[in-house]
């Protein structure tokens, strides 16, 4: 199967051992003023180790503060005093025999003025009115001094990143960093010669760069370059026979490959991080012809790759999430040289080596829920659903233990799960006790309602359900767990990981007969979990529901909203109802958020937002705003669907028993799923 995709590659003098490519996105793991730690350290070298074959250290501006994105977060490499920590970077890559590129990018008009006070820079001034993205602040046009000195600055950049062990840079050419603006005439209006009338015209600064570089570092240093193979959603943005044009100009100035992406604006925003996005709540009308959407957006970006190999010669670099059996297809089709990949490798940097050793069933999936990247919008450090040792890789360590311990975990949900895994991957003898007759606990619910069109749940149950039968964790399921239970087992220490408590809410009528809760809900779901797997159950609630035409949820969370969404696809007529004044306010990226409430409005969802329920009444529910003007929504159903509360009697029991008691998911502090996963891991290696 892997047979492709485990052959080496040359870029320029630099030899790959395979074909998977770790991408330059960021990660926001840096350590104060930019700079290379620990941290971030020991990210690239844990995927080194894992058998990629090529990584590419995040975008790093080349000036600062305004070739940055965000001070804080970003990687930069405006001067010499950053070579010695990227030489421990460079050292701690090479330790593995990996090569390590350096991707360069300068922000431009997306920098944003409001931190800094400067003016973000681009290749024309462009109105409020007229920007691509409207929520930018206005840029001001780049001067030709200015030109030429930020030609120099990338050029310095690449100089200090040879000096640092890099064995080549990228240049991002692509998104709305600097270059692009002047390779897209959306952004360029310019009438010079760097102007919007040629593709050399538009194409000159990006190459006058890669000129450069090669002319102070030599021809045999390595320069892969970025680009936007189209724009959507952009009047005049790239097109693809534009971006081809590009490609074999930069490869005529010495590129040495090139990686080639989608890129979207207004409704196809989304494209970038996740091309699958575009499906969610439903498939944008129209999705972009040219591309791949089969897999429903995996690998909806290899026409553009398999575009640029007709017309250039050097090695062409796929991505959009692509996986080991996408890009060996890729591969043997003649699409693409080289497979980059992200999310795949963010939850599991030992892909590369699991594919090698044909342990492809081991591999911890992504199931691309974009945690990750909503972290980094937010300028927050990147956290990972399923691997929560992402960013902590010199933190949590799975050293074998010298004297292993009896271990009972109470729960099998993603906390009790992961936690069992870590301990018995540790050394540790371990039993897991659930109440059910199966495990994943609320993942079974969740994978229910938010289906399995983008968000893959059921993948994270099989691969944790896989885990536990590899690393020999004994099950037992309809073992409801007591103090004298657990005490049966004579355990050195116990987890406790048995969930949050559903809440109702102190409502007269709030235990009708029309009232359907979540824990009722969920006690039919397990009961049908018995006959049928998550994919079938997803399809039979298309024909039957347990509940009205009409349905009142009481809440507005993401659990709420989330559950709306699945009842309008299941044609029922939904009413929200909830104190908060904006629903959906705990759903991240705030892009998934805003998607969801516009398509529920879309679809004739109903908010009453900043309201008392007064009564539920066998009509409906009964509610009160702040300016006291009462209303009755009427209901068939009225779900509550409210977040869970921490649930910590068992965990306090067992405390004077036991001298060694961790609590972790919801029982303790409920939260979202990688906060389940994290402190189940954080359980089992402190055990």
Avoid at 156 to 169: L, P
Avoid at 591 to 597: A, D, G, I, Y
């Amino acid at each position: 199967m892997a047979e492709n995709i485990l052959r080496p590659i040359h870029i320029g003098t630099v030899e790959l051992p395979n074909r998977i490519m770790k991408t330059g996105a960021g990660t926001s793991f840096i350590d104060e003023g930019g700079r290379v730690g620990e941290r971030i350290i020991g990210f690239y070298e844990t995927l080194a180790e894992g058998g990629v074959g090529l990584v590419t250290v995040e975008s790093t501006g080349v000036a600062f503060p305004a070739g940055t994105h965000h001070p804080s977060v970003q990687l930069h490499f405006e001067n010499d005093s950053y070579i010695p920590g990227y030489q421990q970077l460079t050292d701690a890559v090479h330790k593995h025999n990996r090569p390590v590129f350096i991707q360069l990018f300068h922000s431009g008009p997306w920098h944003p003025q409001s931190w800094t006070g400067i003016q973000p820079i681009a290749a024309s001034a462009l109105p409020k009115n007229q920007l691509p993205n409207p929520h930018l602040d206005e840029p001001r046009e780049v001067s030709r001094e200015e030109i030429r000195d930020l030609v120099e600055t990338f050029i310095g950049a690449a100089e200090r990143a040879q000096k640092a062990g890099f064995d080549g840079v990228e240049v991002n050419g692509s998104s709305t960093h600097l270059i692009n603006s002047f390779l897209s005439p959306g952004w360029n209006r310019r009438q010079d010669e760097y102007g919007c009338q040629s593709l050399e015209n538009r194409s000159r600064f990006l190459v006058e760069i890669i000129t450069g570089i090669k002319d102070k570092l030599g021809k045999d240093y390595p320069v892969s370059v970025l680009l936007t193979g189209v724009e959507y959603g952009l009047d005049n943005g790239i097109s693809l026979e534009d971006s081809c044009g590009i490609a074999q100009i930069v490869e005529k100035a010495g590129a040495d490959a090139i990686q080639v992406r989608g890129y979207g604006y207004q409704a196809y925003e989304f494209i970038h991080p996740g091309p699958e996005q575009l499906f969610y709540p439903e498939p944008i009308d129209p999705l972009p012809p040219e591309l791949d959407w089969k897999r429903k957006g995996a690998g909806a970006f290899v026409p553009l790759a398999a575009a640029f190999k007709k017309v250039v010669s050097v090695p062409v670099i796929a991505v959009g999430r692509l996986d080991p059996e996408i890009g060996e297809s890729i591969l043997k089709h003649g699409q693409a040289d080289i497979i980059g990949m992200n999310r795949r490798l963010l939850a599991d940097p030992e892909l590369p080596r699991k594919v090698a050793d044909g342990r492809l069933d081991e591999i911890a999936p992504c199931s691309a829920c974009l945690y990750c990247w909503s972290r980094r919008r937010r300028n927050l450090p990147i956290r990972c659903r399923v691997n929560s040792r992402l960013g902590r890789e010199r933190e949590l360590i799975a050293h074998p233990v010298a004297h292993a311990k009896k271990i009972v975990v109470v729960g099998g949900g993603p906390a009790g799960m992961e936690a069992a895994r870590v301990a018995a991957e540790r050394g540790h003898q371990v039993t897991l006790l659930e109440k059910e007759r199966r495990t994943g606990g609320l993942l079974a619910l969740a994978a229910l309602v938010k289906g399995t069109s983008i968000e893959d749940v059921p993948l994270l149950i099989r691969y944790l359900q896989g885990q536990l039968a590899r690393q020999g964790v004994t099950i037992e399921m309809g073992r409801r767990a007591t103090p004298q239970t657990i005490l049966s087992y004579r355990p050195d220490a116990v987890i406790i990981a048995t969930g949050g408590r559903p809440v109702l809410p102190d409502i007269p009528g709030i235990n009708g007969k029309n009232v359907v809760s979540m824990e009722g809900l969920h006690r039919q779901l397990k009961f049908l979990l018995r006959i049928f797997n998550p994919y079938q159950l997803i399809r039979l609630t298309r024909i039957w529901m347990p509940v009205g035409k009409r349905v009142a949820i009481i809440g507005s969370g993401i659990q709420a909203c989330e559950l709306a969404e699945f009842l309008v696809k299941r044609k029922r007529a939904v009413t929200l109802i909830d104190r908060q004044e904006l629903p959906g306010t705990d759903i991240v990226p705030d892009e998934t958020r805003n998607s969801l409430v516009n398509w529920l409005v879309k679809k004739g969802a109903q908010f009453h937002m900043n309201v008392d329920v007064q009564e539920v009444i066998p009509a409906g529910v009964k509610i009160v705003s702040h300016m006291g003007e009462e209303t009755l929504v009427r209901a068939d159903s009225i779900i509550p669907a409210l977040p869970l509360v921490a649930d910590p009697e068992l965990t306090t029991s067992l405390e004077k028993l036991f001298e060694e008691v961790y609590a972790a998911g919801d029982c303790e502090r409920p939260a979202l799923i990688p906060d389940a996963v994290s402190t189940g891991a954080e359980a089992g290696y402190r055990v």
